[in-house]
Structures are given as structure tokens and as C-alpha cells.
């Protein structure tokens, strides 16, 4: 069993602003670097939680929705439009910045709660598969 302390968080300003303030005598600090095969699910995972944390603190009755949403869409064209300029690292590529917009949410915010087919024949399970494939991007990483 590992002794009671903090492990594996992503040292962000409150962190690190702590870890400054830390008797070094009497707690041990182990850092290391994020590795790059899994910093896409580490980071993905920090902003995860960030972000639902913001998302809970718009508030407003009737259009608390609507905020989120918008912000939400601001962070997915915000993505589109930095693979499409090339920058932070993407590769240029008008096909995948393309495919980050698709994602953006609709704006009446309905969530699908199921898609099924209902007849024997297999005619409806391409339909799904194709729409299952067509909101991943994964399938289309090069």
C-alpha cells in the first residue's frame, strides 16, 4: 500500500505554487517529466476535469445550456482553427480541422439517447457503425 501523499497530478500553478512552499525536511517531492506517449490521455484527463469544473460554474436558469455550449464550441473552433494554421505542433490540414469542426455541439443541446435498429435485417447496422466511425477522429489520424 503507498503511503498517504499526492500522486501523479499535473504540477499546474496552485501545484507548484505549493510545492515552493513545502518543508523539504520533512516531505519527499518526486517530479518527473510527462511522458509523450501518454500525455495525450494524462493531459486529456487534467482538462477533462478542468473543464467540466468551469462548465459547473456558468450559471443562469435559462441559459446556463446555451453558455456552456458556446464555450464548449469556442474550445472545438479554437482547435480547428490552430490545425488549420499549422500551429502548436498540427500539421496543416484542412481535412482534419474539418473533421474537429463536425464536432461542434448543436446548438439545442439535445443529447442522443439511443439509436438502435428495430428490424431483423442488417440494412440499419452500416448506418450506425458509419455514424459510430464519423464521430471519432481517431479513424482518420494519419
Not at 503511503?3 to 507548484?16: A, D, K, R, S
Not at 478542468?50 to 458556446?70: F, K, Q, W
Request: glycine share 4%.
Amino acid at each position: 500500500m503507498l503511503p498517504f501523499g499526492l500522486y501523479e497530478q499535473v504540477i499546474n500553478q496552485i501545484i507548484n505554487q505549493h510545492l515552493d512552499r513545502l518543508n523539504n525536511e520533512l516531505i519527499r517531492i518526486q517530479t518527473g517529466p510527462i511522458d509523450s506517449a501518454e500525455s495525450s490521455k494524462i493531459l486529456a484527463e487534467y482538462l477533462a476535469l478542468l473543464i467540466r469544473d468551469v462548465l459547473d460554474y456558468i450559471e443562469g436558469e435559462n441559459d446556463a445550456v446555451e453558455n456552456r455550449v458556446s464555450l464548449c464550441n469556442s474550445i472545438i473552433e479554437y482547435i480547428a482553427n490552430t490545425i488549420e494554421k499549422g500551429e502548436r505542433g498540427f500539421r496543416h490540414n484542412n481535412e482534419i480541422a474539418n473533421l474537429v469542426r463536425n464536432h461542434i455541439i448543436h446548438q439545442d443541446a439535445k443529447l442522443l439517447l439511443a439509436l438502435v435498429h428495430t428490424k431483423m435485417g442488417l440494412g440499419y447496422v452500416p448506418i450506425i457503425r458509419s455514424l459510430r466511425k464519423q464521430s471519432c477522429l481517431k479513424s482518420k489520424r494519419q
